[in-house]
């Protein structure tokens, strides 16, 4: 396994639109295992490939509590099947929109499709952090970041001020 650098906004890279894998074999494992490695050493709860500059609908994510085990979950092809009229908001942030937050509304409960590691396709029900993490990581599949849910003007000062972090570095 190895790291890889993940791509931070305004990269164009991360507004590509990834396309859908057409087989899971051990070559598309290995991504999947340094995004995995890569997301924990961020740290964050999520990552998609296109964060690392791999434009396919590839979403790896842990979201159990630091104090518990570690649950890697892999999304391969996700689709959301059915999503709830109802509306939850979370307070988001982006490994690739560095140390910024800020309240984003989206469904509070999803149906999801998708394959795993193994290639198997399954259906699963998402709520609570589950869902919000999908959904935010759906988004990167078709180039949206969670700050392209804020105002224009909230998004100009997120983008200004990673440009300045980056910058200082
Ligand atoms: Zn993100």
Redesign the pocket.
């Known amino acids: 396994m190895a790291l890889r650098e993940i791509l931070i906004v305004p990269d164009p890279r991360l507004k590509q639109v990834s396309a859908r894998v057409e087989v899971v074999d051990d070559a598309l494992r290995a991504l999947m295992d340094d995004m995995l490695e890569t997301m924990y050493a961020a740290p964050g709860i ?1 990552l ?1 490939a296109v ?1 690392v500059g791999v434009a396919r609908r590839v979403i790896v994510m842990d979201i159990s509590k630091p104090e518990d085990e570690r649950e890697p979950r892999y999304f391969v092809n996700p689709e959301i099947l059915w999503a709830s009229e109802e509306t939850a908001p979370y307070e988001e942030g ?4 560095p140390e910024i937050y800020d309240e984003v509304e989206r469904p509070a409960r999803v149906k999801l499709r998708y394959q795993n590691y193994r290639g198997e396709t399954i259906e699963e029900d998402a709520e609570g952090l589950f869902a919000v993490c999908i959904q ?2 759906m988004d ?1 599949l078709d180039g949206v ?2 700050i392209d849910h804020l105002s224009r003007l909230k998004r100009e000062q997120a983008v200004k001020k990673v440009k300045k972090q980056v910058r200082a570095a």
């Open positions: 999520g998609a964060q982006c490994l690739s929109v935010h990581e990167h970041l969670f």
